[in-house]
């Protein structure tokens, strides 16, 4: 477990994978929709989001994820703990403020291994920092109803398996888009946090055949 946090800890001061990774996880417009703008604005929202992994009882590393109250921005769909940055918050600050309000993960216990490539949404106009954070042990979470309607955690191994990667064409928006997500929850895990999480498993996938 170690070499993997000695290995993500090199590898995210390095060059990342980025937009590559990213847009294979982006809905795809079928008939006329919009392609999906990777570039922001001047004028742009910053957000960041906690990439929060710990051991289990296995000693295999899990990621913690979160399905978001219905009455909120992106209501009813999987997400890391996270949200809109304060004044004068660096992303970490902001990841590790947002994890306590919505799943009570204190900062203190949070190892900050790095951060990934930022990912615009232009749904919301915010500029989103992925940081990789590490727990040595499964946290007692205390989910804030208000923002989080459950949080769950799942193997980082189980979402290599191409088992667990659909692909269906949805309508969004008065248009058909090919959508991959991943099938770990009754819930899909797709859009911006499908697109952060895949630009991390490249990341994992470099760490397994370095190994082999």
């Not at 008939?31 to 999906?36: C, E, K, L, V």
């Not at 604005?41 to 910053?46: D, Y």
């Not at 600050?93 to 009570?104: C, F, H, P, V, W």
């Given at each position: 477990?170690?070499?993997?946090?000695d290995f993500l800890e090199q590898r995210l001061s390095q060059n990342l994978p980025g937009k590559k990774a990213q847009i294979e996880m982006a809905p795809e417009p079928v008939?006329?929709?919009?392609?999906?703008e990777m570039e922001p604005?001047?004028?742009?929202?910053?957000s960041s989001v906690l990439i929060l992994l710990f051991p289990n009882e296995d000693d295999e590393m899990e990621l913690v994820l979160t399905l978001r109250s219905h009455d909120i921005d992106h209501g009813g769909q999987i997400s890391f703990p996270g949200g809109r940055a304060e004044k004068g918050e660096s992303p970490h600050?902001?990841?590790?403020?947002?994890?306590?309000?919505?799943?009570?993960v204190l900062p203190d216990t949070v190892t900050i291994?790095?951060?990934?490539?930022?990912?615009y949404v232009s749904h919301s106009n915010n500029?989103?920092?992925?940081?990789?954070?590490?727990i040595n042990k499964r946290p007692d979470f205390i989910t804030n109803p208000a923002e989080v309607e459950e949080v769950f955690a799942v193997e980082l191994k189980s979402l290599l398996h191409k088992k667990n990667i659909t692909v269906e064409d949805w309508d969004l928006q008065s248009y058909t888009y090919r959508v991959p997500y991943w099938d770990?929850?009754?819930?899909?895990?797709?859009?911006?946090?499908?697109?952060?999480?895949?630009?991390?498993?490249?990341?994992?996938?470099?760490f397994?055949?370095?190994?082999s």
């Open positions: 477990m170690q070499d993997l946090l008939d006329g929709g919009d392609i999906r604005p001047p004028e742009v929202n910053k600050q902001t990841a590790l403020r947002e994890a306590k309000e919505e799943i009570g291994i790095g951060e990934l490539s930022e990912l500029l989103v920092t992925p940081v990789v954070g590490f770990v929850h009754q819930v899909p895990l797709w859009g911006a946090t499908a697109m952060m999480l895949n630009e991390f498993l490249d990341l994992y996938r470099e397994i055949n370095k190994k």
